[in-house]
């Protein structure tokens, strides 16, 4: 149990549509961050959220974007859906500051997205 | 994307046999993390790896930060049918950012 859940678990959506995945982190994990996981790849780094702020990016396009909310909650949004989006979506979140390993980053079961 | 270089992709070995796997880049990094993912979960952290030569151990697990920065492997010892799943390796760069860079992973089949 890593204490981060999002929602939906899975998610079905036509191309063009907007989606809007969610993410709740334990308390005191200030830190979020969000990977896009396409079959048979391991996941990669979208953006990620420190107090409210976006600081640090992937090369994802400004239609990715995020929000991160005081009560340690999180959402990605994604505008203009493409085939291509369809993936794993994992939030994962942490303590701020301190070395990875005494606040290990810690990722929920994630939200299957297939875009039709 | 960028993704580290993991190898193998997959492996099939016998409940008891020993296992090993490693991960290179082309770049440094100063953090190495091994993930293991079961279906339908997302991925959980075994070991994390901070200086260069650091050997640590997880139970059956042994993990390695490889000299030059560029590499890292993980070893399992004695496998078990619970060691099914996908094992990835990620690197962090030194930096404010928590990006993650992951290889493709290695997907372990054991047979009991």
């Known amino acids: 149990e890593t204490g981060v859940t999002q929602s939906p678990t899975h998610l079905i959506k036509t191309r063009g549509q907007q989606v809007t995945l969610r993410c709740s982190s334990q308390?005191?994990?200030?830190?979020v961050s969000w990977y896009q996981q396409a079959l048979g790849q391991g996941p990669q780094f979208i953006f990620q959220?420190?107090?409210?702020?976006?600081?640090g990016r992937g090369n994802f396009p400004p239609r990715f974007s995020g929000l991160q909310f005081p009560n340690y909650s999180s959402e990605l949004n994604v505008n203009a859906l493409e085939l291509d989006d369809s993936a794993l979506y994992l939030c994962?979140?942490?303590?701020?500051?301190?070395?990875?390993?005494?606040?290990?980053?810690?990722f929920g079961n994630g939200t299957r997205l297939t875009v039709t | 994307g960028q993704q580290l270089n993991q190898s193998p992709q997959s492996m099939f070995i016998q409940e008891g046999e020993d296992v090993s796997m490693n991960c290179t880049s082309s770049?440094?990094?100063?953090?190495w993390l091994w993930y293991k993912q079961e279906p339908g979960e997302g991925p959980v952290l075994l070991i994390a790896?901070?200086?260069?030569?650091e050997l640590t151990s997880n139970g059956r697990l042994t993990a390695q930060f490889g000299i030059t920065r560029k590499d890292s492997f993980l070893n399992i010892s004695a496998s078990i049918p619970s060691d099914v799943g996908i094992y990835f390796c990620?690197?962090?760069?030194?930096?404010?950012?928590?990006?993650?860079?992951f290889g493709k992973g290695t997907k372990l089949t054991v047979n009991p």
């Open positions: 994962a979140s942490r303590r701020n500051p301190g070395p990875l390993g005494s606040s290990p980053l810690h």
């Open positions: 308390s005191g994990h200030n830190t």
């Open positions: 959220y420190y107090r409210e702020e976006e600081n």
């Open positions: 770049s440094i990094f100063n953090t």
């Open positions: 790896l901070y200086k260069a030569g």
């Open positions: 990620a690197g962090r760069r030194q930096g404010g950012s928590e990006k993650l860079v």
